[in-house]
């Protein structure tokens, strides 16, 4: 019997990739461009441009839930990073100056994440040249607070410095998390390099 993988896997095999791309053009909210996300302030005239972060996390854990029971955990993951790559390239294009130097970037980064309320970013190591960072975040949007389940939970977060750090430097990046606040950690650690 063919698991949800391999039928999702045969689906889109077997219609090609013409087929895959013409469903796309019939739902564009299905191909993510930073103007998909609107005219927030037009729209929410009266409620604002703001959330509570659980209403965040309700959203990703919910998702992430449902993509792990359908398609594995392992498959979730990746497709979760995957999704923080694409975010982390639209974010990068349309949020930073990337024609700034590596250490002014990494100070306008740091003051972003702050200003957006993502977290509270410190870089313990970063040799752009050589392509090799560590980052921590605090107080991270994603994790912090969560119960200790001694899982790295924030792949997310991993596609997300992927796609900014491979937006500026038009490197491919591999981020990996290597403490986390379910992990017992009190801040999200990320190790990348250039891949
Ligand atoms: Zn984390």
New binding site residues.
């Given amino acids: 019997m063919l698991n949800s993988e391999s039928l999702y896997m045969n689906r889109f095999s077997v219609r090609g990739v013409f087929i895959v791309g013409d469903l796309l053009d019939d739902r564009q909210h299905l191909n993510f461009k930073w103007d998909k996300l609107g005219n927030i302030a037009l729209g929410r005239p009266n409620l604002g441009e703001e959330v509570p972060v659980a209403v965040y996390r309700l959203f990703e854990y919910s998702m992430g839930d449902v993509l792990a029971h359908e398609l594995g955990a392992e498959r979730a993951e990746e497709l979760t990073r995957r999704a923080g790559v694409k975010a982390g390239r639209e974010f990068a294009r349309n949020v930073l100056n990337l024609n700034l130097d590596k250490k002014e970037f990494l100070a306008q980064l740091t003051q972003k994440l702050l200003d957006l309320k993502i977290g509270v970013l410190r870089v313990e190591n970063a040799d752009l040249e050589a392509g090799i960072f560590t980052l921590t ?1 605090g107080e ?1 949007l ?3 607070g ?1 119960p200790p389940t001694g899982e ?3 792949n997310y ?1 991993e596609g997300l410095l992927e796609g900014i750090f491979g937006e500026y430097t038009k490197a491919d990046f591999h981020v990996r ?1 290597v ?5 017992g ?1 009190k801040t ?1 650690r990320f190790r990348g390099r250039q891949a």
């Avoid at 403490?179 to 992990?183: P, V």
């Fill in positions: 975040i991270g994603d994790c912090s969560l790295l939970v924030c977060d998390e403490d986390c606040w379910a992990t950690a999200c």
